[in-house]
């Protein structure tokens, strides 16, 4: 008996003491792709789907339950409840820079059918289909509301929705479908573009084109199902509301998204000034935002740095100053602060930033003091992970990026505008803070000289056919101070500073390049792109979509456009035409279509296409990535290609605000589309839809001096041009002239100027007739004549002007304005056949007031005010 006892005791006993067992004992170690969470293994190693280094999983903490909150009720019109699992989300504000107004009363839905109606799908097939999901139909609110925000210590109008600047980050699942109410509440009319979603046409958001405008105190309701996954965004597509505050991030999770802290991180640029405002003072040619800036490039700068020849040989082919961004911005934002912070991280982190440039025209550098930064997505789609030490993110483009934290410190993810005029930070993690490199001040006068070498005497660009394209070769690197290694850069202490001696080859490689023209050589491209210097830049060539993106068979329409513009009078267009000015492009589904576009102009430009991915074409063949913005550089070609699968209008436009303004955008329509329910009435549609690059905006120029009153007052659009100019005497023997013309801007750079106009002359008190410089007898001082003529810009942008009026007379001018001597001293010089001249030098003060002194022919000398509009 006893043995038997003992027998039947140490079984129970040994299984209780390894039920005691420390837990640690018990679990396997277990290292996982960051990217791919089903690849799991036992060591560490590499993920066999792409390659990136394997890392142990962390414990997970027990699962608390969620406690379900109240929602608040929707204002307007609820939706009929949902046989599908329905989560309501309010999307509460991120941050408090905006001020939220009171509530006010329920308002009215602008498309009520669509309650009731069951979701359409779009053309596309879902991404990725994977692991099923349980659908749900996820709705949000939005109230779009005017306020007020202070972000650099001055009250200014914003846009804000649910009182946020950036807007909320509004998050679905693959599978999910989107209710999204937005109220109106302004006074004027808005619109909401899900930008590089795969949705119904008439939810597309653009206004008179897929859809008529919210209007004031109204409620209209997208609903669109998720199909894809990625990093998207959203914005207002009515007027400048982009600009004033209206966009935020757009999160799509994959069904079995990989269990790592994932940020939202909207990059945007804030300007104190009216966006109007903004717009029409880059329409009318005035440069004080290259003065904020320090890049007006002034003759005496030319001077002292030893430019002198490059200045004159710029002017010579008729180009204004060199830059690379078009505003002056107070205030570069992350996440709608300065300087934002995430605290929570420690030391082997992997965090996942979703980062989204939603700013109105800034390009930005990203850096990170943490090391590497490895790009795992781009416009919402997957890319087989490249690490990079930088990249830069055009307006509208999204990134996936993965960063880790070294150590138990905080280090900086850093954009820096590519103008270098100021920069933005998320901190990451906790502890000594760490900080990234700054870039340095450009030198212009070095990207002056190279586009003196690449631009022809007509203004065109050299092309270099497809040798150069992607990003490969950024022209503009040789007036990075870090690649060409000069010491410009900012205050960094000497340890964060990247060694650049010898990447002082990519600076020779531009200058070589710039007089080989066709027969550039595929190393040179490498160089300048940053694989043999110290600097790894990422490129579009570098991307590689994880699966194969290859088209279905069909029929090819191929399409070619030149991007062009006039940088003097801000007209932007493709073939030298506003989508004003242009027909729709006619597509079939079935297609696939193929476009082919070459950089004329001495800007970069981020073309986007709605509704549509479209396959980059590169070096990774049939790996080809995936996008929705395209990036193009100067004189770079490129080709991109998508399947035709939708119906309707879907707008191509370059991304930059101020650009698809101007009119630098197609329309692409689909054949045999059903009529668009929206809009009713195409050709009203038509019409309001062009009508943005066709507006007349006003300038002027008034002088007030001792001696009398001169001036000019400009109304202008894209090709027409209403002037008067005048001067007033303040004593009668000054008299009084004036002259007006209207005419059209003809050709590509606008340097044609033919006209019409009326010339009015009067003195009172000297009244003789004289002979001019053709021996033709003109009374200049009382004439009262009709006029008809031609002016055309001459190298160093002299203006010339040839003219007949109504009794015979001839008359030839030459004119220069605004010669820059200094940053803010200009000269002015005139003279005509009619023995006329003028010399006057003004001092710009402000944008609006400058010191002025002229001596005029007719009314001698003057000093005093001259006031810009």
């Given amino acids: 008996m006893i043995i038997l006892l003992l027998l039947g005791t140490v079984p129970f006993t040994y299984a209780q003491h390894e039920l005691h067992k420390p837990i640690q004992q018990q679990q396997t170690e277990i290292y996982t792709c960051p990217m791919h969470p089903e690849v799991q293994s036992t060591k560490p190693g590499k993920c066999p789907k792409c390659g990136m280094t394997l890392v142990k999983q962390k414990p997970k903490a027990p699962a608390k339950q969620e406690q379900a909150t109240p929602k608040k009720a929707m204002k307007a019109k609820p939706a009929t409840p949902a046989k599908k699992p329905v989560q309501q989300q309010n999307a509460k504000p991120v941050q408090h820079q905006a001020k939220p107004t009171k509530k006010d009363p329920v308002t009215p839905v602008q498309n009520p059918e669509e309650i009731e109606k069951p979701v359409h799908k779009a053309g596309h097939e879902p991404?990725?289909?994977?692991?099923?999901?349980v659908p749900r139909t996820v709705r949000y609110y939005l109230y779009v509301r005017d306020t007020l925000v202070n972000f650099t210590g001055k009250t200014r109008r914003a846009v804000a929705i649910n009182g946020s600047i950036p807007a909320p980050a509004l998050t679905f699942t693959q599978g999910d479908t989107a209710e999204i109410y937005v109220h109106n509440e302004m006074d004027v009319e808005t619109s909401i573009h899900w930008h590089g979603v795969f949705l119904p046409n008439r939810f597309d958001g653009v206004p008179w084109l897929t859809q008529k405008p919210i209007k004031p105190h109204s409620t209209y309701l997208y609903k669109f199902p998720i199909i894809q996954n990625g990093t998207y965004w959203y914005h207002s597509h009515s007027a400048f509301q982009e600009q004033s505050g209206m966009y935020g991030a757009l999160i799509f999770n994959k069904v079995n998204e990989p269990d790592m802290p994932a940020i939202p991180i909207v990059l945007s640029d804030w300007t104190d000034m009216n966006p109007k405002e903004v717009y029409r003072s880059l329409r009318s040619a005035n440069d004080w935002f290259s003065i904020q800036k320090g890049a007006t490039q002034g003759y005496a700068e030319a001077i002292s740095k030893g430019y002198f020849g490059t200045k004159l040989k710029n002017e010579w082919k008729r180009m204004e100053a060199m830059d690379v961004s078009d505003v002056a911005?107070?205030?570069?934002?992350?996440?709608?602060?300065?300087?934002?912070?995430?605290?929570?991280?420690?030391?082997?982190?992997?965090?996942?930033?979703?980062?989204?440039?939603?700013?109105?025209?800034?390009?930005?550098?990203?850096?990170?003091?943490?090391?590497?930064?490895?790009?795992?997505?781009?416009?919402?789609?997957?890319?087989?992970?490249?690490?990079?030490?930088?990249?830069?993110?055009?307006?509208?483009?999204?990134?996936?990026?993965?960063?880790?934290?070294?150590?138990?410190?905080?280090?900086?993810?850093?954009?820096?505008?590519?103008?270098?005029?100021?920069?933005?930070?998320?901190?990451?993690?906790r502890g000594m803070k760490m900080k990234a490199q700054r870039l340095g001040k450009l030198n212009y006068?070095?990207?002056?000289?190279?586009?003196?070498?690449?631009?022809?005497?007509?203004?065109?660009?050299?092309?270099?056919?497809?040798?150069?394209?992607?990003?490969?070769?950024?022209?503009?690197?040789?007036?990075?101070?870090?690649?060409?290694?000069?010491?410009?850069?900012?205050?960094?202490?000497?340890?964060?500073?990247?060694?650049?001696?010898?990447?002082?080859?990519?600076k020779q490689q531009v200058d070589t390049t710039a007089h080989q023209g066709h027969d550039m050589k595929r190393h040179d491209m490498q160089n300048m792109s940053g694989s043999n210097s110290e600097i790894l830049t990422l490129n579009y060539g570098m991307l590689r979509a994880p699966e194969k993106t290859t088209l279905r068979p069909g029929p090819i329409k191929e399409l070619r456009f030149e991007l062009t513009g006039n940088m003097n009078r801000y007209v932007w267009t493709m073939d030298n035409k506003t989508v004003s000015e242009s027909d729709r492009i006619l597509i079939k589904k079935g297609e696939n279509v193929r476009i082919i576009m070459f950089n004329n102009s001495m800007m970069r430009h981020p073309m986007h296409l709605h509704g549509h991915d479209f396959r980059v074409l590169n070096k990774q063949g049939e790996y080809a990535p995936l996008k929705n913005v395209l990036d193009i550089l100067p004189m770079e070609t490129d080709t991109i290609e998508f399947a035709a699968s939708e119906s309707g209008d879907w707008f191509f436009h370059c991304h930059i605000l101020y650009h698809m303004m101007a009119?630098?955008?197609?329309?692409?329509?689909?054949?045999?589309?059903?009529?668009?329910?929206?809009?009713?009435?195409?050709k009203l549609a038509q019409k309001m839809f062009n009508r943005e690059d066709k507006i007349f905006l006003p300038s002027a120029e008034v002088g007030l001096e001792s001696n009398g009153s001169d001036g000019e007052f400009i109304l202008g659009s894209s090709r027409y041009q209403l002037s008067t100019e005048w001067r007033i005497g303040f004593k009668k023997e000054y008299g009084i002239e004036s002259e007006t013309y209207f005419g059209r801007y003809i050709g590509k750079m606008q340097w044609l100027f033919p006209f019409v106009g009326f010339d009015y002359h009067y003195n009172s008190v000297e009244n003789e007739p004289e002979k001019n410089m053709f021996g033709q007898l003109s009374n200049q001082d009382n004439r009262k004549v009709a006029v008809a003529g031609v002016q055309y810009t001459l190298p160093m942008l002299i203006v010339s002007e040839a003219r007949i009026d109504t009794k015979g007379k001839l008359r030839f001018q030459l004119r220069r304005d605004d010669v820059?001597?200094?940053?803010?001293?200009?000269?002015?010089?005139?003279?005509?056949?009619?023995?006329?001249?003028?010399?006057?030098?003004?001092?710009?003060?402000?944008?609006?007031v400058s010191l002025s002194t002229h001596y005029d022919s007719d009314m001698k000398y003057g000093a005093g005010l001259t006031f810009i509009y």
Avoid: C
Avoid at 127 to 133: A, N, V, W
Avoid at 364 to 380: A, C, E, M, P, R
Avoid at 469 to 484: I, K, T
Avoid at 832 to 839: F, G
């Fill in 127 to 133: 991404e990725s289909p994977g692991q099923r999901h």
């Fill in 329 to 429: 911005y107070e205030k570069f934002l992350t996440n709608g602060q300065g300087i934002a912070e995430q605290t929570h991280f420690t030391a082997g982190d992997v965090v996942k930033l979703r980062v989204v440039n939603g700013g109105a025209s800034t390009y930005f550098w990203l850096t990170y003091s943490g090391g590497k930064i490895t790009v795992v997505g781009n416009d919402g789609n997957d890319v087989s992970p490249v690490e990079v030490d930088r990249l830069i993110i055009a307006p509208a483009e999204t990134y996936d990026l993965l960063v880790t934290i070294p150590e138990n410190m905080q280090y900086e993810f850093l954009a820096t505008a590519e103008d270098r005029s100021n920069t933005t930070s998320l901190w990451l993690g």
């Fill in 445 to 506: 006068f070095e990207g002056m000289k190279m586009m003196n070498d690449m631009m022809k005497l007509n203004g065109d660009m050299e092309p270099m056919g497809m040798e150069m394209s992607n990003q490969q070769m950024d022209m503009n690197s040789v007036m990075y101070p870090e690649v060409s290694g000069q010491d410009h850069s900012m205050h960094v202490s000497d340890e964060l500073k990247t060694a650049t001696d010898s990447s002082m080859q990519v």
């Fill in 663 to 682: 009119g630098m955008g197609r329309v692409f329509t689909y054949q045999n589309s059903p009529p668009n329910p929206e809009l009713p009435n195409p």
């Fill in 820 to 848: 820059p001597l200094t940053s803010r001293l200009r000269l002015n010089l005139m003279g005509n056949t009619d023995k006329e001249y003028m010399a006057g030098l003004r001092y710009i003060v402000t944008k609006y």
